[in-house]
C-alpha cells in the first residue's frame, strides 16, 4: 500500500492570493518592468502564504499588497547588493586574470597626434596675432593675470585690453578654423 502526502490545508490567503492573481500580477509588472520576475515573485508570495504561520489577518488584500511590495524592495536591494559585490570583484580581478592585459589607460597613438597637431596649429595662430593682441593675449590666457593687471603692465585702460582679447580671440579662430 502507498502512502499519500497530504496537501496542506489552503489558507484563506492563499485562495485569496488565486482570487488576486490578476491584479497583483499587474501591480508587479508595474514596479518591476519585466513580466517574468513578477511571475517569479508572484509564486515567491504564494509559498510565503502557503506555508506562513497563518495567523488571523485583518485585510488580506492589504497584506497580500504590502507582502508584495516587500518581495519588491527585497529584489532591489538584493540587486542593489550583487552590483556593488560585482564591481569590487571586478576592481581587484583587473589585470590579474591569466591571459589578459589591463586597459591601457593613455591615450591611443592616433589621438596623441591629433592632440599635437592641434596644439601646433594653436600655437602658430598665436604667434601670428598682431603685437599688440598677442602680448594681452599671453599676458591674460597664458601667464592667468587679470585684465586690470594686464591693463597696468601694457598701460593701457582695461577696455583696451578687452578689445586686444577680443581681437585675438576672432584671429584664432579663423586660424584654428582653417
Request: aromatic fraction near 4%; proline fraction near 4%; charged fraction near 30%.
Amino acid at each position: 500500500m502507498r502512502s499519500v502526502e497530504a496537501q496542506p490545508p489552503t489558507s484563506g490567503l492563499s485562495q485569496l492570493l488565486g482570487e488576486l492573481r490578476p491584479e497583483l500580477l499587474r501591480f508587479l509588472i508595474a514596479r518591476l518592468g519585466d513580466a517574468g520576475e513578477a511571475e517569479d515573485l508572484l509564486q515567491e508570495l504564494w509559498i510565503r502564504t502557503r506555508d506562513g504561520a497563518g495567523g488571523p489577518v485583518a485585510n488580506g488584500r492589504a497584506y497580500l499588497y504590502r507582502a508584495a511590495q516587500n518581495l519588491v524592495l527585497d529584489r532591489a536591494r538584493e540587486r542593489r547588493r550583487r552590483t556593488a559585490r560585482d564591481g569590487e570583484w571586478s576592481k581587484a580581478q583587473s589585470g590579474s586574470i591569466s591571459g589578459t592585459e589591463p586597459a591601457d589607460p593613455r591615450a591611443n597613438a592616433e589621438d596623441v597626434l591629433l592632440e599635437r597637431e592641434k596644439a601646433g596649429a594653436l600655437a602658430t595662430a598665436i604667434a601670428a596675432l598682431p603685437e599688440a593682441a598677442g602680448r594681452a593675449f599671453r599676458m591674460h590666457k597664458l601667464d592667468g593675470l587679470p585684465h586690470a593687471e594686464v591693463a597696468r603692465r601694457l598701460g593701457i585702460t582695461r577696455s583696451g585690453v578687452e578689445k586686444h582679447i577680443a581681437l585675438a580671440m576672432a584671429h584664432l579662430r579663423r586660424a584654428l578654423a582653417d
